[in-house]
Protein backbone atom coordinates (compact mmCIF):
# COMPACT_ATOMS: atom_id res chain seq x y z
CA UNK A 1 0.00 0.00 0.00
CA UNK A 2 2.82 2.38 0.82
CA UNK A 3 4.42 2.19 -2.55
CA UNK A 4 0.75 2.40 -4.30
CA UNK A 5 0.22 5.64 -2.11
CA UNK A 6 3.66 7.18 -3.42
CA UNK A 7 3.27 6.56 -6.64
CA UNK A 8 -0.54 8.20 -7.07
CA UNK A 9 0.82 11.34 -5.15
CA UNK A 10 3.68 11.51 -7.68
CA UNK A 11 1.59 10.78 -10.43
CA UNK A 12 -1.66 13.40 -8.85
CA UNK A 13 1.13 15.83 -9.23
CA UNK A 14 2.06 15.40 -12.44
CA UNK A 15 -1.34 15.64 -13.30
CA UNK A 16 -2.21 19.06 -12.14
CA UNK A 17 1.31 20.52 -13.86
CA UNK A 18 0.16 18.82 -17.04
CA UNK A 19 -3.30 19.84 -16.90
CA UNK A 20 -1.97 23.61 -16.75
CA UNK A 21 -0.28 23.08 -19.51
CA UNK A 22 -3.18 22.23 -21.65
CA UNK A 23 -4.64 25.28 -20.61
CA UNK A 24 -1.39 27.48 -22.00
CA UNK A 25 -1.17 25.32 -25.12
CA UNK A 26 -4.75 26.40 -26.32
CA UNK A 27 -4.02 30.16 -25.97
CA UNK A 28 -0.27 30.20 -27.46
CA UNK A 29 1.20 26.76 -28.75
CA UNK A 30 4.54 28.34 -28.44
CA UNK A 31 5.04 30.90 -25.54
CA UNK A 32 8.09 33.01 -25.84
CA UNK A 33 10.89 32.59 -23.45
CA UNK A 34 9.79 36.36 -21.37
CA UNK A 35 6.59 34.79 -21.35
CA UNK A 36 7.15 31.42 -20.17
CA UNK A 37 9.82 34.10 -17.17
CA UNK A 38 7.04 35.84 -16.86
CA UNK A 39 4.41 33.31 -16.13
CA UNK A 40 6.78 31.52 -13.15
CA UNK A 41 5.01 30.74 -10.11
CA UNK A 42 5.42 32.72 -7.06
CA UNK A 43 4.83 31.63 -3.41
CA UNK A 44 3.14 33.46 -1.16
CA UNK A 45 4.90 31.60 1.89
CA UNK A 46 6.98 29.07 3.01
CA UNK A 47 4.03 26.55 2.60
CA UNK A 48 3.76 27.29 -0.75
CA UNK A 49 7.11 26.83 -1.59
CA UNK A 50 7.25 23.63 0.35
CA UNK A 51 4.48 22.27 -1.79
CA UNK A 52 6.02 23.11 -5.07
CA UNK A 53 9.27 21.34 -4.09
CA UNK A 54 6.96 18.47 -3.55
CA UNK A 55 5.81 18.65 -6.50
CA UNK A 56 8.91 18.83 -8.71
CA UNK A 57 10.29 16.61 -6.54
CA UNK A 58 7.69 13.45 -7.17
CA UNK A 59 7.96 14.54 -10.58
CA UNK A 60 11.11 14.06 -10.88
CA UNK A 61 10.71 10.53 -9.26
CA UNK A 62 7.78 9.45 -11.65
CA UNK A 63 9.83 10.81 -14.59
CA UNK A 64 12.87 8.28 -13.94
CA UNK A 65 9.77 5.90 -12.91
CA UNK A 66 8.86 6.01 -16.82
CA UNK A 67 12.35 6.15 -18.05
CA UNK A 68 13.93 3.09 -16.36
CA UNK A 69 11.23 0.47 -18.11
CA UNK A 70 11.66 2.11 -21.02
CA UNK A 71 15.36 1.74 -21.47
CA UNK A 72 14.76 -2.22 -21.02
CA UNK A 73 12.23 -2.58 -23.35
CA UNK A 74 8.86 -2.04 -20.98
CA UNK A 75 6.63 0.98 -22.33
CA UNK A 76 4.41 2.64 -20.04
CA UNK A 77 2.08 4.98 -21.69
CA UNK A 78 2.24 8.41 -19.68
CA UNK A 79 -1.29 9.69 -21.22
CA UNK A 80 -2.45 6.50 -19.38
CA UNK A 81 -0.55 7.28 -16.35
CA UNK A 82 -2.22 11.25 -16.53
CA UNK A 83 -5.44 9.48 -17.00
CA UNK A 84 -5.47 7.19 -13.71
CA UNK A 85 -4.03 10.58 -11.98
CA UNK A 86 -7.42 12.24 -13.13
CA UNK A 87 -9.23 9.61 -12.40
CA UNK A 88 -8.89 9.24 -8.72
CA UNK A 89 -8.93 13.21 -8.00
CA UNK A 90 -12.31 12.51 -9.81
CA UNK A 91 -12.82 9.53 -7.65
CA UNK A 92 -13.56 7.33 -10.23
CA UNK A 93 -10.79 5.18 -10.44
CA UNK A 94 -10.64 2.22 -13.49
CA UNK A 95 -8.69 0.01 -11.01
CA UNK A 96 -9.39 -0.86 -6.95
CA UNK A 97 -6.44 -1.05 -4.94
CA UNK A 98 -6.44 -4.80 -4.86
CA UNK A 99 -6.11 -4.61 -8.81
CA UNK A 100 -3.58 -1.77 -8.46
CA UNK A 101 -1.08 -3.71 -6.01
CA UNK A 102 -1.62 -6.74 -8.58
CA UNK A 103 -0.54 -4.46 -11.56
CA UNK A 104 2.31 -2.96 -10.08
CA UNK A 105 3.71 -6.04 -8.58
CA UNK A 106 3.31 -7.36 -11.72
CA UNK A 107 5.44 -4.72 -13.18
CA UNK A 108 8.39 -5.06 -10.43
CA UNK A 109 8.56 -8.88 -11.97
CA UNK A 110 8.57 -8.30 -15.61
CA UNK A 111 11.37 -5.65 -14.59
CA UNK A 112 13.30 -7.80 -12.57
CA UNK A 113 13.13 -10.96 -14.99
CA UNK A 114 13.95 -8.66 -18.19
CA UNK A 115 16.63 -7.17 -16.48
CA UNK A 116 17.96 -10.53 -15.06
CA UNK A 117 17.65 -11.91 -18.73
CA UNK A 118 19.83 -8.56 -20.58
CA UNK A 119 22.36 -9.40 -17.41
CA UNK A 120 22.83 -13.08 -18.25
CA UNK A 121 22.97 -12.46 -21.84
CA UNK A 122 25.31 -9.51 -21.36
CA UNK A 123 27.75 -11.81 -19.13
CA UNK A 124 27.81 -15.05 -21.83
CA UNK A 125 28.75 -12.56 -24.70
CA UNK A 126 31.61 -11.04 -22.41
CA UNK A 127 32.53 -14.63 -21.88
CA UNK A 128 32.93 -15.38 -25.65
CA UNK A 129 34.63 -12.47 -26.59
CA UNK A 130 37.14 -13.02 -23.96
CA UNK A 131 37.40 -16.66 -24.80
CA UNK A 132 38.22 -15.33 -28.52
CA UNK A 133 40.54 -12.38 -27.47
CA UNK A 134 42.31 -14.77 -25.18
CA UNK A 135 43.05 -17.19 -27.78
CA UNK A 136 44.61 -14.61 -30.52
CA UNK A 137 46.75 -12.86 -27.70
CA UNK A 138 47.75 -16.77 -27.08
CA UNK A 139 49.17 -16.66 -30.96
CA UNK A 140 51.44 -13.19 -30.13
CA UNK A 141 55.21 -13.66 -30.10
CA UNK A 142 56.52 -14.23 -26.50
CA UNK A 143 52.97 -15.04 -24.72
CA UNK A 144 52.65 -17.87 -22.28
CA UNK A 145 50.39 -19.44 -20.53
CA UNK A 146 49.76 -20.85 -16.96
CA UNK A 147 47.76 -23.82 -15.98
CA UNK A 148 45.28 -22.04 -14.58
CA UNK A 149 44.85 -20.03 -18.02
CA UNK A 150 46.59 -16.90 -17.18
CA UNK A 151 48.02 -15.71 -19.57
CA UNK A 152 51.52 -13.51 -19.72
CA UNK A 153 54.20 -11.51 -22.25
CA UNK A 154 57.29 -10.26 -20.41
CA UNK A 155 58.06 -6.38 -22.03
CA UNK A 156 60.51 -6.04 -19.83
CA UNK A 157 62.71 -9.13 -18.41
CA UNK A 158 65.13 -8.44 -15.30
CA UNK A 159 67.23 -11.16 -12.94
CA UNK A 160 66.63 -11.07 -9.27
CA UNK A 161 63.76 -12.28 -6.29
CA UNK A 162 60.50 -13.36 -6.72
CA UNK A 163 57.92 -12.24 -4.70
CA UNK A 164 55.86 -15.01 -2.48
CA UNK A 165 52.04 -14.75 -2.08
CA UNK A 166 53.13 -13.45 1.53
CA UNK A 167 54.83 -10.39 0.30
CA UNK A 168 53.60 -7.27 0.35
CA UNK A 169 54.61 -5.40 -2.93
CA UNK A 170 54.61 -2.40 -4.86
CA UNK A 171 53.68 -1.84 -8.37
CA UNK A 172 52.62 0.63 -10.99
CA UNK A 173 49.89 -0.42 -13.10
CA UNK A 174 47.77 0.09 -16.01
CA UNK A 175 44.30 -2.22 -16.07
CA UNK A 176 41.57 -2.24 -19.18
CA UNK A 177 38.92 -4.31 -20.79
CA UNK A 178 39.90 -6.02 -23.76
CA UNK A 179 38.56 -3.26 -25.94
CA UNK A 180 41.05 -0.50 -24.57
CA UNK A 181 38.52 0.97 -22.09
CA UNK A 182 40.33 1.81 -19.08
CA UNK A 183 39.26 1.15 -15.77
CA UNK A 184 42.39 1.43 -13.37
CA UNK A 185 45.47 2.96 -13.39
CA UNK A 186 48.38 4.12 -10.44
CA UNK A 187 50.34 5.94 -13.18
CA UNK A 188 47.26 8.05 -13.92
CA UNK A 189 47.22 8.29 -10.28
CA UNK A 190 50.40 9.94 -9.99
CA UNK A 191 51.63 7.33 -7.18
CA UNK A 192 52.48 3.54 -7.22
CA UNK A 193 50.10 1.06 -5.35
CA UNK A 194 51.14 -1.21 -2.07
CA UNK A 195 49.37 -4.68 -1.05
CA UNK A 196 49.67 -7.95 0.23
CA UNK A 197 50.13 -9.75 -2.55
CA UNK A 198 47.40 -13.03 -1.46
CA UNK A 199 44.91 -10.18 -0.95
CA UNK A 200 44.29 -9.40 -4.44
CA UNK A 201 42.82 -11.21 -7.45
CA UNK A 202 43.78 -14.92 -8.21
CA UNK A 203 45.39 -13.67 -11.82
CA UNK A 204 47.53 -10.98 -9.74
CA UNK A 205 48.65 -13.20 -6.93
CA UNK A 206 50.05 -15.86 -9.50
CA UNK A 207 51.32 -13.66 -12.54
CA UNK A 208 52.64 -10.71 -9.68
CA UNK A 209 55.12 -13.92 -8.25
CA UNK A 210 56.66 -14.61 -11.66
CA UNK A 211 58.04 -11.21 -11.85
CA UNK A 212 60.90 -10.02 -10.29
CA UNK A 213 61.65 -6.12 -9.21
CA UNK A 214 62.16 -3.64 -12.67
CA UNK A 215 60.00 -5.77 -14.70
CA UNK A 216 57.16 -5.33 -16.59
CA UNK A 217 54.81 -8.00 -17.90
CA UNK A 218 51.29 -7.61 -19.86
CA UNK A 219 49.02 -10.11 -18.17
CA UNK A 220 45.53 -11.20 -19.61
CA UNK A 221 43.21 -12.73 -17.22
CA UNK A 222 40.29 -14.90 -17.26
CA UNK A 223 37.65 -13.94 -15.92
CA UNK A 224 37.53 -17.05 -13.47
CA UNK A 225 40.92 -15.82 -11.93
CA UNK A 226 39.52 -11.72 -12.02
CA UNK A 227 36.15 -11.05 -10.55
CA UNK A 228 33.99 -13.88 -12.57
CA UNK A 229 30.39 -13.44 -12.57
CA UNK A 230 30.36 -10.06 -10.56
CA UNK A 231 29.03 -7.20 -12.51
CA UNK A 232 30.39 -3.69 -11.81
CA UNK A 233 30.06 0.10 -12.78
CA UNK A 234 33.22 -0.03 -14.56
CA UNK A 235 33.95 -4.25 -15.00
CA UNK A 236 30.94 -6.05 -16.67
CA UNK A 237 30.80 -9.70 -15.70
CA UNK A 238 32.52 -12.42 -17.30
CA UNK A 239 35.33 -9.86 -18.53
CA UNK A 240 38.67 -11.00 -19.50
CA UNK A 241 41.07 -8.09 -17.74
CA UNK A 242 44.30 -6.76 -19.25
CA UNK A 243 46.92 -5.61 -17.01
CA UNK A 244 50.15 -3.90 -17.49
CA UNK A 245 52.11 -4.43 -14.49
CA UNK A 246 55.64 -3.14 -13.64
CA UNK A 247 56.84 -4.52 -10.29
CA UNK A 248 58.86 -1.69 -8.26
CA UNK A 249 59.55 -3.22 -4.66
CA UNK A 250 58.96 -6.40 -2.77
CA UNK A 251 58.63 -5.89 1.12
CA UNK A 252 59.35 -9.56 2.89
CA UNK A 253 58.45 -9.03 6.34
CA UNK A 254 58.63 -12.42 7.03
CA UNK A 255 62.66 -11.98 6.03
CA UNK A 256 62.52 -8.97 8.16
CA UNK A 257 61.79 -10.30 11.37
CA UNK A 258 64.14 -13.04 11.05
CA UNK A 259 66.92 -11.11 10.63
Known sequence: MKSIFKVSLLAATVALAAGCQKEE???????????????????KNEDDKAAYAIG???????????EKPSEIGITLNKDLVLQGIEDVFAGK????????????????????????????????????LG??????FEKE??????DTGLLYQVMKGTKGEH????????????????DGTQFDSSYDRGEPATFPLNRVIPGWTEGV?????????????????AYGEQDTPTIPANSTLVFEVELLKI?????????
Do not use: C, W
Open 25 to 43: TKTDAAPKAEQVQAEAVSF
Open 93 to 128: PSLDEEQTRSALESLDKRVADTMQKKATEKAAEAKK
Open 141 to 146: EGVKKT
Open 163 to 178: PKDTDTVQVHYKGTLI
Open 251 to 259: DNEEEKAVQ
Open 56 to 66: VSFANYLSTSL
Open 131 to 136: DDFRAN
Open 209 to 225: QLMSVGSKYKFVIPPEL
